[in-house]
C-alpha cells in the first residue's frame, strides 16, 4: 500500500490562516475530515477540502476501493511567494504589503500501513 498526495500550490491565503485548518484534520479518517470542513465558516477550509478530494480521487485512480477508509497522515501548510506592494505612507515613505501565497499538501495512507511503519509524515 503506498501513499497517495496531493498539492494545492500558490494558494491565494496565508500559510497561518491554514495552518490550524490542517491541524483539525491530520489523523482522520477522510470522509471524517471532510464533515468536519464542510461546516466551517472559513475561506480556507474550502481550499483544504478540495485538496483532500484530490487526495481521494488520485486514491481512487490507482485502484484503491474505499478511499473514505485512508487516513490523512501528512497535511502541511507551507509558505509560498509573496506578491510585494508598496503603501504610500506620511513624509514620503512607503510601507511594504506583502500578500501571501501558501503550499497546501495533503498525504493519504491505509491506517494499517501507517501503525506498521511503512508510511511515515514528513510533518
Not at 497561518?16 to 470522509?31: E, I, N, T
Not at 483544504?48 to 490507482?62: C, F, G, P, T, Y
Request: glycine share 8%; aromatic share 6%; proline share 3%.
Amino acid at each position: 500500500m503506498t501513499s497517495f498526495t496531493a498539492i494545492h500550490r500558490f494558494a491565494r491565503i496565508s500559510s497561518r490562516k491554514v495552518r490550524p485548518l490542517l491541524d483539525l484534520v491530520r489523523g482522520k479518517y477522510a470522509d471524517d475530515a471532510l464533515d468536519t470542513l464542510k461546516y466551517m465558516p472559513h475561506r480556507g477550509a474550502r481550499m483544504v477540502e478540495q485538496v483532500i478530494k484530490s487526495a481521494m480521487a488520485n486514491a481512487e485512480d490507482q485502484g484503491v476501493r474505499n478511499v473514505g477508509d485512508l487516513v490523512i497522515f501528512d497535511a502541511r501548510g507551507d509558505g509560498g511567494p509573496m506578491f510585494k506592494r508598496l503603501m504610500p505612507r506620511a513624509r514620503g515613505m512607503a510601507y511594504m504589503i506583502r500578500r501571501r501565497s501558501a503550499h497546501i499538501t495533503v498525504g493519504l495512507a491505509d491506517y494499517d500501513s501507517i501503525r506498521s511503519g511503512l508510511v511515515s509524515a514528513a510533518v
